[in-house]
């Protein structure tokens, strides 16, 4: 278990807190690592640094109980858009994971003309198939 610390814009705190997409200083972050799994979990830390928000902190990440933390675009305020579902990072598991129902996940960058037209093709097959 690593936490990590910043109050000041060094190049060491820049580069952390891009990686975590921290925009205020001070900022606390802890990072969990399993090597046999080769996995490795984030916690931002979102409450005023005082003893007693840290405690809980570390008591809720040492007992499992903190939501990992993912990049993420902001949750939709209309999450359908043609009648396709958006997801972003902090809706993935909701969505996608713990559904009941298929899910079709297409990933895309906005940017990519491959991806653009692959997303074109798909959005006319789901109308043809919704027919």
Known sequence: MIFM??????DVSSKLLEYYNINEL??????T???ES???????????INEANLDKWINDLLANKL????QSDPIP?????NGVTIVVGSTFRKIVLNNTNDVFL?????WCTHC?????????????MED
């Not at 001070?26 to 990072?31: I, Q, S």
């Not at 305020?77 to 858009?81: F, H, M, Q, S, V």
């Not at 297409?106 to 906005?110: D, L, R």
């Open 33 to 35: 690592a399993n090597f």
């Open 5 to 10: 610390s910043s109050s000041n814009d060094s």
């Open 116 to 128: 653009t037209k692959v997303d074109n093709c798909l959005f006319r097959s789901l109308r043809n």
């Open 77 to 81: 305020t209309d999450p359908l858009e």
């Open 67 to 70: 939501e990992k933390y993912f």
């Open 106 to 110: 297409e990933i895309y960058a906005p």
């Open 38 to 48: 080769n996995s490795f979990n984030k916690f931002k830390f979102e409450s005023e």
């Open 26 to 31: 001070p900022a606390l972050v802890g990072l």
